[in-house]
């Protein structure tokens, strides 16, 4: 667990940095509703979370990793858009470009997350 958590915080380190410099970069031309404290904090903690309950299920049952990997994927994008749904319902310019600033580390940290559980899934 602890190699899991130094490898989150280096990955969220190196996303983080990308992200600032890139959206520094486009704040001239767009204003961010969410803050990268607000969007990086969020899917820090539902990362870690989940993969708690994905090694939580593997303890019980390793056959069952695989599917509370999927269940708990579903969750979490149902946490996204109940996260993103203040700024889909507001009548905020460019959404698309705001979206795109939550989902592309979304999809980078859900990637960190299925290479992990594949790799916790294979140790069997």
Known sequence: MSEYLWK??????ACFLFHYFLQGYLSVRYAFYLSL???????????????LLVLLVHQR??????????AI???????????LYP?????????LVQVLAFFAPYFLYLGFDTYF??????KN
């Open 8 to 13: 989150l915080l280096l990955f969220t380190a």
């Open 37 to 51: 404290f607000q969007v990086y904090g969020f899917l820090v903690l539902l990362t870690l979370f989940g993969y």
């Open 61 to 70: 049952d390793s056959e069952k990793t695989g599917m509370a990997f999927i």
């Open 73 to 83: 994927g579903f969750l979490k994008m149902l946490a996204a858009v109940l996260f």
């Open 87 to 95: 700024l889909i319902s507001s009548e905020v310019q460019d959404l």
């Open 117 to 122: 559980t594949i790799r916790l899934i294979s």
